[in-house]
């Protein structure tokens, strides 16, 4: 298996801009996780979808902050309007876990935004 | 006071050496987690464990339910281990699938 893809690997843009972060979850696991990481907080938890239906988005810092999952194989991350504060490196996993069990996550390899 | 602290924040070792990180918790668990991450790099499970002991190659994790406390030993240290190994809990009183996570252990191993 290719594992947890995410994409783009890098994003650098202006304050202001729309950003829409990618990931593709390995096939055949049902929970799928946002986190963010900076160098002040670690890791956080924005979000968790469980088979495509968000379950947890008490993470997510503002309502300029969204999160879909259309289907099985595709998640997006999506901040609208994009602001400096938000520079950090975006981490999507997957994993079969169950009812308050998150199980072995996968991680993808992260999308490291910076905005200026 | 964190949830979860890690010890040391820092360690450096030199090639060949068993070298231990340190977790403790205060929340009662349903399971640990061990991760790795490379500088500019992603992140790796190595170990997930709620009782006993695993052990993958040169890497060994220990968990005491009782104590609140896990250990993740590496023996024959190489440079090649050079990471932020990071602890993570899952919260058994927990509502949701969160993990809570240690603030990590820099470990640079010198050849």
């Known amino acids: 298996d290719a594992g947890v893809i995410q994409s783009p690997r890098h994003e650098v843009t202006e304050m202001g801009q729309e950003v829409t972060l990618r990931c593709k979850p390995i096939s055949g696991h049902d929970y799928l996780f946002w986190y963010r990481q900076t160098m002040m907080r670690g890791l956080e938890l924005l979000i968790y979808f469980n088979n495509n239906v968000p379950i947890d988005d008490s993470g997510m810092p503002e309502d300029r902050f969204s999160a879909k999952m259309p289907n099985a194989s595709f998640s997006t991350l999506k901040i609208q309007p994009s602001e400096p504060r938000d520079s950090a490196v975006y981490f999507c996993?997957?994993?079969?876990?169950?009812?308050?069990?998150?199980?072995?996550?996968?991680f993808g390899e992260g999308s490291r935004l910076t905005v200026l | 006071k964190n949830e979860v602290e890690q010890s040391p924040q820092n360690l450096t070792a030199q090639e060949g050496e068993f070298i231990t990180i340190n977790c403790s918790y205060s929340v009662g668990i349903s399971a640990l987690h061990w991760l790795q991450q490379h500088p500019g790099g992603g992140i790796v499970s190595l170990f997930m464990?709620?009782?006993g002991k695993k052990k993958h190659g040169r890497l060994i994790a220990t968990i005491n339910i009782q104590e609140k406390h896990s250990s993740l030993h590496i023996t024959a240290s190489h440079p090649r281990d050079s990471a932020v190994y990071i602890c993570a809990v899952e919260d058994y009183g927990g509502a949701t699938n969160k993990l809570i996570f240690g603030t990590g252990t820099l470990l640079a191993v010198q050849p």
């Open positions: 996993a997957s994993s079969t876990g169950g009812v308050r069990r998150t199980g072995e996550l996968f």
């Open positions: 464990l709620s009782s």
